[in-house]
């Protein structure tokens, strides 16, 4: 199968290229190395054809009309919640016109389908444990808002124009690749603290929980979506909640090291407890997650130990 994805030099999504690729599909990349996001050109598979291009602008609408793939995957966005709220007029340029400018080409050019990452943010504060694809959705920030707004894109495009969708909400996902120098990530930017024995800082009171789902789990996902789900929205997570606190003591533990915590408060916005229900991609996708935490945390502790020297990562 030909396919577009978006995004693919950054954290997720180059997973999900490199799987594509291993089963044997050819894949196009569309991504402008954004300099706040977490593209890296080191990410890139080397096998696919790679168009650095932003999702605004004519050229990149030019590469899916004359590539004409089967499939386009949407991940490219800008995705801090922190830049959503400073800059909410940019927020919205590339997470709904670029995307509309990519939907359009789609069209045009006979596509299929669209995948496209959603995110738990456009829950806000669940009202009910677990969230589920029913729960209602009240965004509580720019970046929450342009993602809730495209799901209504893509069933508009589906019920007017006939292009199919799958829209997958994810929770927080983490692991090799994921950007240490953001403001989300809160594995990758522990996992490296740790190892190079600097402090983390702990927000709240460290008892909020999240649900934390391994990339490799969202990359077979996103594999499955390319003969199934059409049409349907799914939630992905591991289905458990996770506290910060704990989080600390698992990557002390797998890296072999224990560093200072320094408290600070609570972020503005931040929620004390979200995890998802994710019956329905199980059902309908036959999709379940395969990699548990604690194999996850290790993976992502092999990933960036090597950048630390050996005697800093694991005395203490
Ligand atoms: N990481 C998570 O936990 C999480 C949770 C929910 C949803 N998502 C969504 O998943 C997708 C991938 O997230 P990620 O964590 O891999 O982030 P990432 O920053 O690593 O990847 C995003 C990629 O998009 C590219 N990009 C940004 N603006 C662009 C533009 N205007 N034109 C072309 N490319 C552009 C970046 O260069 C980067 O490579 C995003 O849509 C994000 O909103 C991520």
Known sequence: MKIVVTGGAGFIASHIVDLYLAQGHEVIVIDNLWEKGGGKRQNLNPAARFYELDIRSPEAAKIILSEK????????????????????????????????????????????????????????????LP??????????????????????????????????????????????????????????????????????????????????????????????????????????????????NELYRRLSRIAGNQVPVVRGPKRPGDIYQAYFDCTRAHQLLEWQPRVDLDEGLRRTVAFFAPEVPAQAAFTG
Not at 181 to 191: C, D, L, P, Q, R
Not at 206 to 225: C, P, R, W
Request: net charge negative; charged share 20%; aromatic share 8%.
């Open 69 to 128: 793939p089967e499939v386009v995957n949407l991940h490219a966005a800008q995705h801090s919640v922190k830049i959503s709220t400073d800059l909410p007029g940019l927020d919205a340029e590339v997470n709904v016109v670029g995307m509309l400018n990519l939907l359009e080409a789609s069209l045009q050019a006979g596509t299929r389908k669209v995948i496209f990452a959603s995110s738990g943010a456009t829950y806000g504060p669940p009202q009910h």
């Open 131 to 244: 969230v589920t694809e029913l729960t209602p959705q009240h965004p509580v920030s720019p970046y929450g808002i342009t993602k809730m707004v495209m799901e209504h894109y893509l069933r508009y495009y589906q019920l007017e124009k006939g292009l199919d969708y799958t829209i997958f909400r994810y929770g927080n996902i983490y692991g090799p690749r994921q950007d240490p120098n953001g403001e989300a990530g809160v594995i990758s930017i522990f996992a490296r603290r740790i190892l190079n024995g600097e402090p983390v800082r702990i927000d709240w009171d460290g008892q909020q929980e999240k649900d934390y789902l391994y990339v490799g789990d969202v990359a077979e996902a996103n594999l499955k979506a390319l003969t199934g789900g059409d049409n349907e929205i799914f939630c992905l997570g591991s289905g458990l909640g996770t506290s910060v």
